[in-house]
């Protein structure tokens, strides 16, 4: 069966899309030509054209499945292959500038470590283009670590050492084992908040107010040191949260049901034994 052929575009929305994408190239050429700290604004200018062209298609309720598709291939190029190209260039120069031989496992290492970067960001583009529901009030959180989020740890990080602490190099040599969890985070299940819809947008309490002032001034003092806390804490803090929930907090309601048997249920009564008969048979 012969297709539909497509007929009209949304024009502003599809050219900041495209800004999006062309940022992403744009910090892949810096990158090349080892400015590095330059590179990774080239990413945090993508982000901004990716914030915007979506608001904006909602907005003029001109959202399409060919703004969708588009908006996914440029995001591969500016939050997939920039970061993890990025990432790869500041590390090989770090290392020759050490004298490390080409070749060496620490170097295969750091492909391997890009092109599983580069394949969650492609699955959870792929993901979200399925899962997506185009109204406006289904966008208050995200499933798994959003790719731009996971570019801006590696930007920020970078940017960070370039222009703040280029002398201490484990920033450099953290990169790819952060690239690694935020990779990680990007393909799980975690549901991350919609900063902008959750806390930005509508009413909020007073202390809301005071607390965007205090992180607006702590962007003015350093706003390179602020981009590094926003995107590590952004990305570190569902999986906190699932670690506190999941695991000590559970683990703390066993321990106190174990000390009260009365509170416990039959299934956790029957694990508690199971535990006290393992225990004694390995004694």
Not at 106 to 126: E, G, M
Not at 127 to 156: K, Q
Not at 217 to 234: D, E, G, K, M, R
Request: hydrophobic letters at 55%.
């Amino acid at each position: 069966m012969r297709k539909q052929r497509l007929k009209y575009v949304t024009i502003l929305p599809s050219l900041i899309t495209i800004l999006n994408g062309v940022c992403g190239f744009a910090a892949i050429i810096f990158a090349s030509k080892d400015a590095f700290a330059l590179a990774g604004y080239m990413i945090l200018l993508a982000m901004i054209a990716d914030m915007l062209d979506g608001r904006l298609a909602r907005k003029v309720k001109s959202t399409s499945s060919f703004g969708g598709q588009l908006d996914s291939l440029c995001d591969i190029i500016s939050f997939g292959v920039a970061p993890a190209f990025l990432m790869l260039e500041v590390l090989e120069y770090e290392l020759e500038s050490a004298g490390l031989p080409n070749g060496s496992f620490l170097q295969r290492f750091l492909w391997l470590t890009a092109a599983v970067y580069i394949s969650c960001a492609a699955i959870r583009l792929a993901r979200f283009n399925v899962e997506n529901e185009e109204d406006e009030p289904a966008h208050m959180s995200f499933i798994g670590l959003p790719t731009p989020a996971a570019a801006g740890v590696i930007a920020s990080l970078v940017i960070f050492h370039q222009e703040a602490l280029p002398n201490f190099n484990a920033i450099i040599y953290a990169l790819p084992f952060l690239a690694l969890g935020v990779a990680i985070l990007m393909v799980s299940r975690l549901r991350y908040p919609h900063i902008l819809n959750q806390y930005l947008r509508g009413k909020k309490p007073f202390a809301h107010l005071i607390r965007a002032l205090l992180l607006l001034a702590f962007v003015i003092w350093s706003i390179q040191a602020a981009l590094v806390l926003i995107f590590c804490a952004f990305a570190a803090s569902s999986f906190v949260k699932w670690l506190y929930y999941k695991v000590i907090r559970n683990k703390g309601d066993l321990v106190s049901a174990a000390q009260h048997p009365a509170l416990m249920t039959v299934d956790e009564a029957q694990i508690a034994e199971q535990d006290d008969s393992t225990c004694g048979a390995e004694d």
